[in-house]
């Protein structure tokens, strides 16, 4: 019903920048409003999964770093990271929420480190 897939992950310096991309599909995509539903979600090693981006909104920790494009195509939802701290490292994950139902991909692993 739906599938999120994310790529875009790698080993990037201090200081660099990554854009993630979430390929959406299912179903639930033909609903009005699901892409923007569609948010991002890291966990970092002996850590809980946390939340980091969605349309609009966006974790402290990653304050005016992090940003959702509008201009996301019809099927995928990207996440650009500017000025990287280590502290960044995690695997990201895309999410949606919907009716209740929480949909995760596998997630795409991201490495700060100089």
């Known amino acids: 019903q739906v599938q999120l897939v994310e790529t875009g992950g790698g080993l990037v310096q201090p200081g660099g920048s990554l854009r993630l991309s979430c390929a959406a599909s299912?179903?639930?995509?033909?609903?009005?409003?699901?892409?923007?539903?569609v948010d991002w979600y890291r966990q970092a090693p002996g850590k809980q999964r946390e939340f980091v981006a969605r349309?609009?909104e966006y974790a402290p920790s990653v304050g005016d770093r992090f940003t959702i494009p509008k201009d996301n195509s019809k099927s995928t939802v990207y996440l650009r990271m500017n000025t990287l701290k280590v502290e960044d490292a995690a695997r990201y994950y895309c999410?949606?929420?919907?009716?209740?139902?929480?949909?995760w991909g596998k997630g795409t692993e991201v490495t700060v480190a100089s």
């Open positions: 999410h949606i929420g919907w009716d209740g139902v929480r949909y």
């Open positions: 299912g179903s639930l995509f033909s609903t009005r409003g699901a892409f923007q539903a």
């Open positions: 349309r609009y």
